[in-house]
């Protein structure tokens, strides 16, 4: 048996003997390491660093109720003995990222408001935007788009200043513009979520991030589909085939793109059209040797 100079440091070697265990699926060894952890907490006088060896001890072997409740004595202690600000924000960050951990939405909204709360008294930017991503993360996952939208909204601003004080690139700003014009579209505020699907676009191509420009573009041809705008969604589309071409050599998705421009020109009843596109999508997907009967299929009906 290991002889340990203090409780902190055999809480810290239970940890690392417990993931072990959880990882093998050795429950006798997890039971009897969570026993042995309890009773260390139970027999010695608590301190920060030992409630925090024990939390992150119970994190490693899942035991996300015990973690949770040495982490709550942990905060306990550090507001009664005024540690500070610091202290206090790291470990209602770990109790945050437990719940998370654990789909534990409501809780980590919680944890994560009061942790904005903080940073806005202290005008905190960086963990003012910090806090407000993973709040939007969170309203997206328990699907609140409204909440998620108004939280993307205050984000960005506040995520564009940091960028400008700090002279980095805005590497996030096209996906957090695609996020809000989905949860936009998702409360069917129709016009927001055009408007800010448009701006991702420019702003992905200024930063030459290709990729989102592509979704965001597919994003908006579906919103028109959505509500019945053929001809903005033809247009979408239409350009969607040469720039997946020539832009991004995606093959595959412009064959999708002519796809779905012949299923819209038919829609019109502008057979020509429709078959045009639908032959372009056929030339894309014998080069690619895929979608081929489909497509073959599709200008049959077209043509017969």
Known sequence: MPKFSNAVEEAQALGAVGLVAWEKGETPKVRAVTERLQAIQAKNPPTVDLLEAIAAAYR???????????????????????????????????????????????????????????ADRDQDLPNQVAYLYQLAYIHEESRQPQAAADTLERLIPLYQTQLAQTQVLPVLLPLMKLRLGDNYRAVKNFDQAERTYQDCFTVAQGLVQFSYAQEALHHLGQLYEQIDRTDAAIQVYDYLTTFEQEQLLDYYSAMGSYDRLSSLYGKKGDRQRAIAAASQGLALAQKLKLRVAEFETKLKKLQG
């Open 60 to 118: 490693q072997i899942r035991k996300q109720d015990l973690a949770l409740s040495a982490y709550n004595a942990k905060l306990k202690l550090i507001r009664e003995q005024n540690l500070g600000a610091l202290p206090e924000f790291n470990v209602l960050n770990a109790i945050a990222q437990l719940h998370l951990e654990w789909f534990g939405y409501s809780k980590a909204a919680e944890t994560y408001n009061e942790l904005l709360g903080q």
